[in-house]
């Protein structure tokens, strides 16, 4: 990989809806709900329950973030099943998560998991 000398500069479509993505993740609880869907696909009772949430406010929560495409649905028989939408945003909660652990924690939890220090 080659170190750039200059920074990048990208459109300010690009940068609106970057800032956006970001917003709708700076929220507590749609942070914990993408954390709870990166992996496998849960259902709004389910993600309610883990979070000790209202069924309606996780579903409004979803919903906002579906409209940013930050998760994808899935319909099987009744229910609808949350995912995280694809791998940008998977590693975009990883880091965002991985970084504060780094700011809290000499050997942050994430290291911890996997037996690795850096």
Known sequence: MHASTHPPVWGDDVVTLAVEVLRVL??????QLAGLVLDEEKSV????????????????HLAKMRMAR???TRKV???VLYRVE??????LVIDAVGHVEHL??????????KGVVS
């Open 26 to 31: 700076a929220d507590p609880t749609r942070l």
């Open 45 to 60: 009772s389910e993600l309610a329950a883990t979070l000790g949430k209202p069924t309606p406010a996780v579903s409004q």
């Open 70 to 72: 930050l998760v994808t």
């Open 77 to 79: 028989g009744t229910s």
């Open 86 to 91: 694809n791998g940008h945003v998977r590693q």
């Open 104 to 113: 809290l924690d000499d050997v942050p939890a994430h290291h911890r998991l």
